[in-house]
């Protein structure tokens, strides 16, 4: 079993910036594809940020610019950076690991955009 472990959300005022963190365990040698969802109350869960194991990067348009997504293979981590937060950023976080036959999923971390 793999888990993902997430880190970094809170509460940050518009404007603000905030590094999300998830670190996969659990005897993992490469990293494959590895993405950011996120999920505001009462919508569903959407696509912010993907990065493949070919190093392809692909963001959602409301993210284009502010957000970077990255990863450190050694550390079998992926990193969520986002700048210039606004209100409707607010949402769970969720870190996504895509293997051949499974998909993981982490707890999710809140990030909370307000005044």
């Known amino acids: 079993q793999v888990q993902l472990v997430e880190s970094g959300g809170g509460l940050v005022q518009p404007g603000g910036s905030l590094r999300l963190s998830c670190a996969a365990s659990?005897?993992?040698?490469?990293?494959?594809?590895m993405g950011w969802y996120r999920q505001a109350p009462g919508k569903q869960r959407e696509l912010v940020a993907v990065i493949t194991s070919g190093g392809s990067i692909n963001y959602a348009d409301s993210v284009k610019g502010r957000f970077t997504i990255s990863r450190d293979n050694a550390k079998n981590t992926v990193y969520l950076q986002m700048n210039s937060l606004k209100p409707e950023d607010t949402a769970v976080y969720y870190c996504?690991?895509?293997?051949?036959?499974?998909?993981?999923w982490g707890q999710g971390t809140q990030v909370t955009v307000s005044s």
């Open positions: 996504k690991l895509v293997l051949p036959t499974i998909v993981y």
């Open positions: 659990g005897s993992i040698f490469r990293l494959n594809t």
